[in-house]
């Protein structure tokens, strides 16, 4: 009896686990090419800005339009993806520095990175500006949260009376966005650490 139903048995077991092991391997497969996606996307953003073509995202990632669709059905989901690992890091380093000896250093250590980051993807000021005033953005989430981590700096600053009092979260986030588009300027590029040194003098009380 054992014979007459084990093999059976065994070929189901079997089928079941080629089953399983073959829609594993598809998702590592899937996860691979999703993740090299947004490597060769940040790459082709860097270079052409946030409009940069996505026929040209996916020709240089080596897949099929279709393909990058079904990972990234519109543009800014692709940019929400690109750019959410990185917010969530400004996030956590502001957290970090909440504890720093010198919170006004910290605040300016945090705004530099912040700014440096931004700058790298000529578009992007845009993108998060009207990502914070709309709750339907994909974007918009990361960002709050990330504007919400500066903010903090900024009031522990201010309650050390090293940091101007007559401005709030929303002012910082938009005085980092405003850097960030000059520094994409040609005219400006050069004197962009000049024009962010004015900036945080301006901030700072000391």
Excluded at 75 to 86: I, P
Excluded at 119 to 135: C, I, L
Excluded at 140 to 167: F, N, P
């Amino acid at each position: 009896m054992l014979r007459i139903f084990g093999s059976p048995f065994r070929l189901i077991l079997y089928g079941a686990l080629f089953r399983l092991s073959r829609r594993n391997f598809m998702r590592a497969d899937a996860m691979k090419n999703y993740e090299h996606i947004l490597e060769v996307a940040s790459v082709v953003v860097a270079e052409h800005g946030v409009d940069a073509s996505l026929r040209d995202i996916a020709r240089r990632a080596g897949v099929g339009l279709g393909t990058l669709y079904r990972h990234f059905p519109t543009r800014e989901a692709l940019l929400e993806a690109l750019l959410r690992s990185s917010f969530d890091e400004f996030t956590t380093k502001a957290r970090e520095l909440e504890t720093a000896d010198s919170p006004d250093n910290a605040l300016v250590s945090w705004l530099r990175d912040v700014v440096a980051f931004t700058g790298n993807y000529q578009g992007v000021v845009d993108v998060m500006m009207a990502a914070k005033e709309d709750p339907e953005s994909a974007l918009h989430a990361s960002c709050v949260t990330m504007r919400t981590a500066g903010t903090r700096l900024l009031a522990r600053a201010q309650a050390e009376g090293l940091a101007r009092t007559d401005m709030d979260g929303d002012d910082l986030f938009s005085l980092a966005a405003a850097l960030a588009w000059l520094s994409n300027q040609p005219s400006s590029a050069p004197r962009a650490e000049h024009l962010f040194s004015i900036i945080v003098s301006a901030i700072l009380t000391n």
